[in-house]
């Protein structure tokens, strides 16, 4: 990624518009900006992470006049069950999480900056316009070329929500309309509201500074709402924007775009209602690259969670493991080159496709040698640390607590009256172990876990 010449990054993610409830597709974007924060803070960086929500737009406007509720009960409710949504998915808590409303005085001051240096101007609706053609680099992050762009004040778009495609001067500042009910504030560009371009590049600059090293978001915000966010902020600071934009690929459910006409729109709550383990969505974002439009089926989703519970049931086995105290050089030799592998894929553009190939077949070669009965106490202990380590980036693991000292004592019993074929009293210690899965590996290993 190109760090290498600092150890502080500070990165933002676009959060989501607090209007309903975030869907699968949505929560890809924050999973995989989760993962960036967390990759470069297991390399040594010190990360600011800043994620946003939108609580003012024609969304959560009409929202809110819809259900009868204030702006901020509506939006409140809607930050809640994002948050538990988060939380469900193990993602961590950005260091800020700004929110437009709590900052109208910023969002005013700075555009009156560009109404001063001559990039914005009030037009006869009241409103307030950022004009594009006094940024000669406007089109740069899409590659957009200016005379291709639209001009002229009749092109000027005064919605949160238009056409892709359409580039034209947008609107900073919007003017009060009566649909826009109570919401509104008074100030010196009149009575109205922030438009939601310029609600980014304030927070960017509040909480980032004029700079920022990353800036990421859906690949439908590329264009307009991040050229648009280049053109304010560069025209109000003079000085480069973002370093490295990172666009996350479009997700389809079965071959269509998530829509509610195709009834294929799904939230986190609704994986939970129809049996999923969510975390194993995690995992299943991660076996794609974040770049890459991506497909998603719940039959897939399926086959993903069983590798995520083999994953577990691993981590079981170990926790649980007994065996000789033969200390293989060989295992922590290999266990470090996935390791090795593993990251030098995360260091490649975060390639957790690749990544997750290696973390598969490390997981093959644990499982074999606790079958084989290879791994000493030391072995088990490395391995389970190097889990951890790896479960601080991916957030993906479960690491249960080891079974009590008595209840491998009377594994051993068992054991030991089986090999008297006393099998009675071999009977008699699986009734007391009848909460444990007792599995035997070779050279008189074991493994024992809770079922």
């Given amino acids: 990624m190109g760090f290498r010449a600092k150890k502080d990054v500070n990165m933002y993610v676009c959060g989501p518009t607090v209007y309903n409830y975030a869907h699968i597709g949505n929560m890809r974007t924050y999973i995989f900006g989760d993962l960036i924060a967390r990759f470069l803070e297991y390399k040594g960086y010190k990360v600011k992470y800043v994620r946003n929500y939108t609580d003012v737009d024609d969304k959560t406007i009409k929202g809110s006049i819809e259900n009868g509720k204030s702006l901020e009960d509506f939006t409140n409710f809607y930050i809640r069950e994002f948050e538990k949504d988060c939380s469900t998915l193990n993602l961590n808590e950005p260091d800020v999480k700004p929110r437009p409303t709590r900052l109208i005085k910023e969002i005013v001051e700075f555009i009156e900056g560009l109404i001063k240096d001559g990039y914005a101007y009030k037009a006869k609706d009241g409103s307030t316009y950022f004009d594009i053609s006094k940024f000669v680099h406007y089109g740069k992050l899409n590659n ?32 009060w309309k009566e649909e826009d009910g109570k919401v509104y504030w008074n100030t010196s560009l009149g009575k109205g509201r922030p438009g939601w371009h310029i609600e980014c590049s304030v927070m960017c600059h509040k ?103 083999g994953f577990n049931k691993t981590i079981k ?126 050279n008189g290993a074991f493994s024992v876990y809770k079922n």
Avoid at 401 to 415: G, H, L, Y
Wanted: proline fraction near 2%; include cysteine.
């Fill in 144 to 175: 957009i070329k200016q005379k291709e762009l639209k001009k002229g004040a009749s092109e000027r778009v005064n919605l949160d929500e238009y056409e892709k495609d359409n580039a034209s001067d947008f609107v900073l500042w919007k003017a």
């Fill in 207 to 309: 909480y980032l500074g004029k700079t920022i090293d990353i800036h990421c978001g859906g690949e439908d915000l590329k264009f307009p709402h991040h050229e648009n966010e280049i053109a304010q902020s560069e025209a109000h600071n003079n000085a480069r924007f973002v370093n490295y934009w990172i666009h996350f690929g479009m997700l389809t459910v079965d071959g269509k775009k998530m829509s509610k006409r195709y009834g294929n729109i799904y939230t986190i709550r609704e994986i939970l209602e129809k049996g999923y383990n969510p975390i194993a969505l995690k995992l299943y974002y991660f076996m794609s690259n974040y770049r890459s439009a991506m497909d998603f089926s719940f039959e897939e989703l399926k086959e993903t969670e069983l590798k995520l519970n």
């Fill in 317 to 442: 086995r170990l926790v649980g493991y007994h065996g000789p105290k033969v200390d293989l050089g060989e295992y922590k030799k290999k266990i470090k080159g996935y390791l090795k592998d593993i990251e030098k894929a995360m260091d490649n553009d975060f390639n957790t496709r690749l990544a997750m190939t290696y973390l598969l077949d490390m997981f093959s070669y644990i499982n074999l040698n606790i079958t084989e009965g290879n791994l000493s106490t030391g072995n088990i202990k490395f391995t389970l640390q190097m889990l951890k380590v790896l479960d601080v980036v991916f957030g993906i693991f479960k690491f249960p607590e080891a079974p009590a000292t008595i209840i491998f004592d009377k594994v051993k019993k068992r054991q030991a009256y089986r090999a008297k074929k006393d099998y009675a009293m071999a009977d008699k210690m699986r009734d007391q172990l009848k909460d444990y899965m007792v599995e035997d590996h070779k």
